[in-house]
Nanobody, 124 residues
Framework: QVQLQESGGGSVQAGGSLRLSCVAPGYTYSRYCMGWFRQAPGKEREGVAAIDTDGYTDYADSVKGRFTISEDNHNNTLYLQMNSLKPEDTAMYFC??????????????????WGQGTQVTVSS
């Protein structure tokens, strides 16, 4: 069983920045796909960004140019750097993981493993 733990959420004003982290202790697969998703109250979960060990990255149109996904393989940690935050970015953010390369990294059906989420709130 893969365990994922997010951190780094919080409350910021519009235009501010946050960096989310997702630790996957013991996740030693040589190939993996990992992603960030978010879900606002009353809305469906949506893919934000994804990355895999083949160098693939993908972003939702709504965050392109503002968010950056990256990974630290040595520490089994996934990051999401979020800049120029907007009130519409307010949501619970989740990280997710799958073994193997991404097929459609922004599709939640890709991922069997999920973290518990971290809340991001952006005020205007």
């Amino acid at each position: 069983q893969v365990q994922l733990q997010e951190s780094g959420g919080g409350s910021v004003q519009a235009g501010g920045s946050l960096r989310l982290s997702c630790v996957a202790p013991g996740y030693t697969y040589s190939r993996y796909c990992m992603g960030w998703f978010r879900q606002a109250p009353g809305k469906e979960r949506e893919g934000v960004a994804a990355i895999d060990t083949d160098g693939y990255t993908d972003y939702a149109d709504s965050v392109k140019g503002r968010f950056t996904i990256s990974e630290d393989n040595h520490n089994n940690t996934l990051y999401l750097q979020m800049n120029s935050l907007k009130p519409e970015d307010t949501a619970m953010y989740f990280c997710a993981a799958d073994v193997g390369f991404c097929r459609n990294g922004l599709d939640s059906d890709e991922y069997p493993y999920w973290g518990q989420g971290t809340q991001v709130t952006v005020s205007s």
